[in-house]
């Protein structure tokens, strides 16, 4: 039982976490999704969005937890 307790703890952590930048995201000097490296194309009859910076720097950041996890 005990693996699955800490696995539930790992995901409530993760929730909080998540809750703590829905709800404090606008105040942060960066916005996820309008990243250097984003790109967007506006035309006359619709956009295009493609968030290639905001997609390396996540895939980065879940690498890194993922490695740390494993580890222990």
Do not use: E
């Not at 696995?7 to 998540?18: D, I, Q, T, Y």
């Not at 404090?24 to 910076?53: A, E, M, T």
């Amino acid at each position: 039982m005990a693996p699955l307790g800490r696995s539930l703890m790992v995901a409530g952590a993760l929730l909080f976490l998540a809750g703590l930048l829905l709800t404090f995201g606008p105040r942060l000097p960066f916005r996820l999704g309008r990243l250097p490296g984003d790109i967007v194309w506006q035309g006359k009859y619709g956009s295009f969005y493609l968030p290639l910076g905001t997609c390396v720097l996540l895939s980065v950041l879940f690498s890194l937890l993922s490695w740390l996890f494993r580890r222990h």
